[in-house]
Nanobody, 121 residues
Framework: QVQLVESGGGLVQAGGSLRLSCAAS????????IHWFSQAPGKEREFVAA???????YYADSVKGRFTISRDNPQNTVYLQMNSLKPEDTAIYYC???????????????WGQGTQVTLSS
């Protein structure tokens, strides 16, 4: 069992930065691939970034070069550093866990409650 809690969202101006955190409970955290998905109003949940149990990272094309995912296993936390934010990044951001990397939200086993990121132009 893994429980995930996101934090770090907020209101930021376009071009600014935020760092989201995904804190996990459970002794098997290090064996899971941790993902970030975003969901804008009226849209489906979309893959943003993921990090495998062996620290291999994956990014959606829309965030490559702007977002960085990292993990701190002793702290049971995954971070999403978001730079050069754009108005279209406005969404609820969810972290999710699965034993394997997947770009599809339906394959995730555990989910957090989400954190809102809002961009002002």
């Amino acid at each position: 069992q893994v429980q995930l809690v996101e934090s770090g969202g907020g209101l930021v101006q376009a071009g600014g930065s935020l760092r989201l955190s995904c804190a996990a409970s459970g002794r098997t955290f290090s064996t899971y691939a941790i993902h970030w998905f975003s969901q804008a109003p009226g849209k489906e949940r979309e893959f943003v970034a993921a990090i495998s149990a062996t620290d291999i990272t994956y990014y959606a094309d829309s965030v490559k070069g702007r977002f960085t995912i990292s993990r701190d296993n002793p702290q049971n936390t995954v971070y999403l550093q978001m730079n050069s934010l754009k108005p279209e990044d406005t969404a609820i951001y969810y972290c999710a866990a699965n034993l394997a990397i997947s770009y599809r939200p339906q394959y995730m086993v555990y989910w957090g409650q989400g954190t809102q990121v809002t961009l002002s132009s």
